[in-house]
């Protein structure tokens, strides 16, 4: 199995995962171009892709599914909430749309794949959980860590977590109060410190590779946020990484070094 991340933050996120000759992607979160030019790098045609998982209708995970879908024909897969929101922002998407049931475990070519609530503030955002060749789930956009969260998460091999600020630079930085506050409440966003405690959790659970995604470019920065998960990881042997806002970063699930392009 093979996890390649294209883009992960406020500014668009979007990541491919593949085994063998399923080849699904995470998002669509950036352009079309970015993306094909990400594939082009994992050595991926978009006529390859399996389908395309959304995990909410914010614009920094679907914003690319428009041209997408003008020039490719792909599945795209969602949580019956989220697909109609997606209806109304992009009328001609309803050929493509498959309707997912939230814990309920479907198949994608050799995957298996089973959506999980991530409490943000949306009707409905999920993470996914896959397994395959390997074990693989991502979670980002929640404001806290849930049991529902947890259970998806926990056992995976390779996690995609969200450690999105700090809350000194959140609490003193320069953003209004209403939008502090909003990514500071149970629907907002992870901070590194709850993060921080997840990953501990995840490492004695029996993941062993983290990586960290979806940091606030304003809020935070990859040190802060690796250091405060690298100390809560201290004695245990869970591989501890940052995802890109933008590049390339590529696991082989099993691997010890990531793959930077």
Do not use: W
């Not at 970015?34 to 914010?58: F, K, N, P, W, Y």
């Not at 060749?133 to 979670?139: E, M, P």
Request: glycine share 10%; net charge negative; hydrophobic share 35%.
């Amino acid at each position: 199995m093979r996890i390649c991340i294209f883009a992960s933050g406020s500014g668009g996120n979007s990541l491919l995962l593949s085994d063998g000759s399923t080849h699904v992607l995470v998002d669509a979160g950036i352009s079309m171009r970015r993306i094909e030019a990400s594939l082009r790098e994992a050595g991926i045609a978009m006529s390859d892709i399996t389908g395309v998982l959304i995990t909410h209708e914010h614009s920094d995970h679907i914003s690319g599914l428009k041209m997408l879908l003008k020039y490719h024909q792909v599945p795209v897969y969602a949580p019956h909430t989220v697909a109609n929101h997606m209806r109304g922002m992009l009328p001609d998407i309803d050929g493509s749309l498959n309707i997912i049931e939230v814990g309920s475990v479907f198949e994608l070519g050799s995957l298996r794949v089973r959506a999980f609530h991530t409490p943000h503030d949306t009707d409905e955002s999920v993470g996914y959980r896959f397994s395959g060749t390997g074990s693989f789930a991502i979670a980002t956009d929640m404001g806290h860590v849930t049991d529902e969260v947890l259970d998806g998460l926990t056992g995976a091999e390779t996690v995609l977590i969200e450690s999105n600020h700090d809350i000194d630079m959140l609490s003193y930085g320069p953003y209004p109060v209403y939008l502090k506050r909003r990514i500071l409440s149970d629907r907002g966003h992870l901070s590194n410190k709850d993060c921080a405690v997840l990953a501990r959790h995840l490492a004695e659970n029996g993941t062993t590779r983290i990586i960290l995604g979806h940091l606030s470019k304003e809020n935070n920065t990859p040190e802060t946020a690796l250091s405060e998960s690298r100390a809560a990881l201290d004695g245990t042997r869970a591989e501890l990484y940052c995802a890109p806002s933008s590049g390339f970063m590529s696991f082989e699930i099993g691997e010890t070094q990531p793959c930077c392009l």
